[in-house]
């Protein structure tokens, strides 16, 4: 089971750091992956990152301002948000995937329970 925490309520321009830990399995088996659902819209792809951490892809949206990463001794995945914009506002789920080249959310699995993110304006 992965468990994201980390969210919460911050202004316009501030910053986030998001973590992900496993219970019951280890991460370094898996590429990582961070999504997002605002209300109303489908879940979409954030960011990802390969096993070893040397591959990294971000949706164009948060391009420059997210940054992934992973600790593998730690079973921990990092989303750090900066430059936060109001359109950021979701709720942030980790999941498993298999590679980094199938980045939709069905190629992912073992969704825990998300975060909330809000920026205000």
């Known amino acids: 089971q992965l468990q994201a925490s980390g969210g919460g309520l911050v202004q316009a321009g501030g910053s986030l750091r998001l973590s992900c830990v496993a219970s019951?399995?280890?991460?370094?088996?898996?590429?990582m992956g961070w999504f997002r659902q605002a209300p109303g819209k489908e879940r979409e792809f954030v960011a990802a990152?390969?096993?070893?951490?040397?591959?990294?892809k971000y949706a164009d949206s948060v391009k420059g301002r997210f940054t992934i990463s992973r600790d593998n001794a730690k079973n921990t995945v990092y989303l750090q948000m900066n430059s936060l914009k109001p359109e950021d506002s979701a709720v942030y789920y980790c999941?498993?995937?298999?590679?980094?080249?199938?980045?939709?959310?069905?190629?992912?699995?073992?969704w825990g329970q998300g975060t909330q993110v809000t920026v205000s304006s």
């Open positions: 990152i390969t096993r070893s951490g040397g591959v990294t």
């Open positions: 019951g399995r280890a991460l370094s088996s898996y590429v």
């Open positions: 999941a498993a995937g298999i590679t980094i080249a199938r980045l939709n959310a069905a190629d992912f699995g073992s």
